[in-house]
């Protein structure tokens, strides 16, 4: 008998993946009303491109259902509502770091490709849509890292925009003390964005964390303990200041356009609000600096999937259709300062005039490099946040050496378990 119950468990698993996937493919067809689900819109873009889908398609409207504004919290509620197979969310807002993660668990449905014109999007962007060589999602926002300066009080001390770390450290020590004003902040509050800061400045030294493919740990003691250090020292000599412990991407973008920062690292949807800000025409942007020129970014923004568990699939593919074409991501970033993922737009003169800082963009997206497609990514996320938290955090005791080995440990263990 116990030779058995392999047999006959094989044949209630096929018997029960047949029956899903037959519920997939009836659910693919179907149409009507659709949820979008997405991170707060917190420049109040959104509904407006919702509305103009609403006009045209009554009986397929739209509504928009938004999650909190930090990336992980985003994630937890989404993973809770995919992991009960409910059918409440249709077209799935991701962080371009979720796809593999959201791929292999089966969350989201693969797209075909030729249904969109990724030829003509930013090539390493559409490379955050792909997994195993499928396409799971299509990009509608980019995003690369951009350092925010007060250009006045630079060219009240006669500095050019800092391209190193030390030129940083310099002019931040500078204008801190003449100005009384804090130095630099990013993003230093224990989460993905701190995750994202520090591998920045690992990246900025020349070194990475992970391989492209998310399947080996190559980072090496000194570029991560270089990276480490650049953050550290910084808090300890006090241009950055510790209140940005506790900074996510709101509190460090009113923390610059309040005028209580001199430079800042943030994403580009940052820029709008600065110009209608106590510093308007008082700021610049430019690439992250690094340890010996500019630095390299990581690659941020968002792309659209399906929900596997969905009943409106039809409808929600031509919506993804709808909000990536070209004439919605001028929009996307004319009223809401986000970053588009169609190449054409960075060099249009009329946005140039409006968005003077687009051609620094586009060279810092096709120089930023993709988070790893490991489909453990947020483990990695955590172990990395929490030991750079740690290190950040008085009295500095640990030494940059040993959190960089801990760190690489626990992240050999996450990789050794995939």
């Not at 030779?3 to 698993?13: D, K, N, S, Y």
Request: aromatic share 10%; net charge neutral.
């Amino acid at each position: 008998m116990r030779r058995l119950i392999p047999v006959v468990l094989t044949v209630l698993l096929v018997a029960g993946c047949s029956a899903a996937g037959s519920q997939q493919t009836e659910r693919f067809g179907g149409t009507g009303p659709f949820t979008l689900v997405i991170g707060r819109d917190t420049t109040a873009y959104l509904q407006p491109l919702l509305d103009r889908w609403n006009q045209t398609h009554p009986e397929e409207r739209v509504s928009l259902l938004e999650l909190p504004e930090a990336a992980d919290e985003q994630r937890a509620q989404m993973v809770a509502n995919l992991q009960a197979g409910s059918d409440r969310y249709d077209v799935l807002g991701l962080d371009v770091v979720w796809t593999a993660e959201f791929a292999e668990a089966g969350w989201i449905l693969p797209l075909d490709r030729a249904m969109f014109p990724l030829d003509r999007f930013l090539p390493p962007v559409v490379d955050t849509a792909l997994y195993r060589g499928k396409l799971w999602a299509v990009p509608y926002t980019s995003n690369a890292g951009l350092l925010y300066y007060r250009k006045d009080l630079l060219a009240k001390e006669g500095f050019e925009a800092p391209k190193t770390w030390a030129e940083l450290r310099k002019q931040a020590r500078t204008l801190r003390t003449k100005y009384d004003i804090g130095g630099y902040a990013g993003q230093f509050l224990a989460y993905e964005g701190l995750t994202v800061n520090f591998t920045e400045a690992v990246q900025s030294a020349g070194g990475q964390i992970l391989s492209p493919d998310g399947t080996s740990v190559t980072m090496d003691v000194a570029s991560a303990k270089a990276g480490l250090d650049f953050l550290v020292n910084g808090f300890r000599e006090g241009w950055i200041p510790p209140e940005s412990l506790s900074f996510k991407e709101e509190e460090s973008r009113l923390a610059f356009q309040e005028g209580r920062l001199a430079f800042a690292r943030n994403w580009p949807h940052a820029y709008g609000p600065a110009t209608l800000s106590s510093v308007a025409d008082k700021f610049g942007v430019t690439r992250l600096p690094g340890l010996n020129g500019p630095g390299a970014g990581s690659l941020g923004g968002y792309n659209l999937a399906v929900s596997a568990f969905s009943k409106r699939q039809k409808s929600a593919t031509e919506f993804i259709r709808y909000f990536t074409s070209l004439e919605n991501q001028r929009r996307v970033l004319a009223d809401g300062s986000f970053p588009p993922v169609w190449a054409e737009l960075y060099d249009d003169p009329d946005l140039i005039k409006r968005f003077p800082y687009l051609p620094v963009l586009k060279q810092s997206i096709l120089s930023a490099r993709p988070r790893p497609a490991s489909a453990n990514y947020n483990q990695v996320s955590l172990v990395i946040a929490s030991a750079v938290s740690n290190a950040l955090t008085p009295p500095f005791e640990e030494a940059g050496d040993d959190v960089v080995a801990s760190m690489k440990g626990q992240l050999n263990e996450i990789i050794r378990v995939r």
